[in-house]
């Protein structure tokens, strides 16, 4: 069981370019979570997904931000032309939907510079 | 108004101290309660589950009032190992798993 895995565990990106963050979910579940976590800051939630469908994307910022969770492989969460403001930890949790049981992964440490 | 409230600390302690942490959350609809371990750098991990009964895990204890939305987490004989953020965390009033965290609070046991 090799728990939720995240990559890259970091990534820098200039201003301007496309980041995209990968969370593989723990085996057999099939709800992932996106939160980010700025310096100083507690995690904000961004958006959740079940396999081919988002169901809560309201912690999403309007414009660049898009995920996608979709039949086969990981989860992806893309930010188009990033600026320095996307600098964070960007965590992905899973649980099985039974119950608040999250796991979380290690995070991907975006900077943009 | 954050959702919900800490104080970041941090709280300098030497090992051996009993030390309190609290809470304070702002959406009465809130269901389930938690206290997160971060530390520097890591992902969050569940610490404990919060019930209004109260409840204990070796030399943790979590208490929820319902009424004063009011969450809490006691340590007792604090450990060099706790040292860490201690974050708080609500579930929303949607029943879509998503989980309300708090900024934490930051916890340093000094030997």
């Known amino acids: 069981n090799a728990g939720v895995m995240q990559n890259p565990r970091h990534l820098v990106r200039r201003r301007g370019q496309e980041a995209r963050l990968r969370c593989s979910p723990m085996k057999g579940h099939s709800h992932v979570y996106w939160y980010r976590q700025l310096p100083e800051e507690g995690l904000k939630f961004m958006v959740y997904l079940q396999k081919e469908n988002i169901i809560d994307e309201s912690g999403m910022p309007k414009e660049r931000f898009s995920a996608e969770f979709p039949k086969e492989g990981p989860s992806i969460l893309r930010i188009q032309q990033v600026v320095r403001g996307d600098s964070a930890a960007y965590f992905c949790a899973s649980s099985s939907g039974q119950d608040y049981g999250y796991t979380f992964g290690s995070g991907t440490r975006l900077t943009v510079v | 108004r954050k959702e919900v409230e800490q104080d970041p600390g941090p709280f300098n302690v030497p090992e051996g101290a009993t030390v309190a942490f609290n809470c304070t959350y702002s959406n009465s609809a809130s269901q389930s309660f938690f206290w997160y371990r971060q530390d520097c750098r890591k992902e969050p991990k569940l610490l404990m589950s919060v019930y209004s009964s109260g409840n204990e895990d070796g030399r943790f204890t979590a208490q929820l009032n319902r009424a004063s939305q009011y969450i809490s987490l006691l340590i007792r004989d604090s450990k060099l190992s706790d040292s860490a953020t201690y974050l708080c965390?609500?579930?929303?009033?949607?029943?879509?798993?998503?989980?309300?965290f708090g900024q934490g609070t930051t916890l340093q046991v000094k030997p």
């Open positions: 965390v609500v579930t929303g009033s949607s029943n879509t798993g998503k989980l309300i």
